[in-house]
Nanobody, 120 residues
Framework: QVQLVESGGGLVQAGGSLRLSCAAS????????MGWYRQAPGKQRELVAR???????NYADSVKGRFTISRDNAKNTVYLQMNSLKPEDTAVYYC??????????????WGQGTQVTVSS
């Protein structure tokens, strides 16, 4: 029932911008935290940004000052605004949510991922 659906990925030139969206649905009582991870081929998956229920944010050092995570609680949606994109930002970006679902408690859920490609 629970789904995290990402959108907004694509191909952009270096220096460009993209905004990723992740909409959560399916019996969600509350959102404890949501974040974005990314993984390039042959690389480890890494945390890009996270936002907690209290609004605290964390960013990877490599994206600090360029990326901004935000949320719309009414829509159960988290966003990642990515500015000044670099080729090294190229990866599949995954939405992660620690969600409280009635009957299940708090659990981690993952989206299917969206490809971000930054060309030189």
């Amino acid at each position: 029932q629970v789904q995290l659906v990402e959108s907004g990925g694509g191909l952009v030139q270096a220096g460009g911008s993209l905004r990723l969206s992740c909409a959560a649905s399916g019996g969600i009582f509350s959102i404890n935290a949501m974040g974005w991870y990314r993984q390039a081929p042959g690389k480890q998956r890494e945390l890009v940004a996270r936002i907690t229920s209290g609004g605290s944010t964390n960013y990877a050092d490599s994206v600090k000052g360029r990326f901004t995570i935000s949320r719309d609680n009414a829509k159960n949606t988290v966003y990642l605004q990515m500015n000044s994109l670099k080729p090294e930002d190229t990866a599949v970006y995954y939405c992660n949510g620690n969600l409280y679902v009635l009957g299940y408690g708090a659990r981690d859920y993952w989206g299917q991922g969206t490809q971000v490609t930054v060309s030189s």
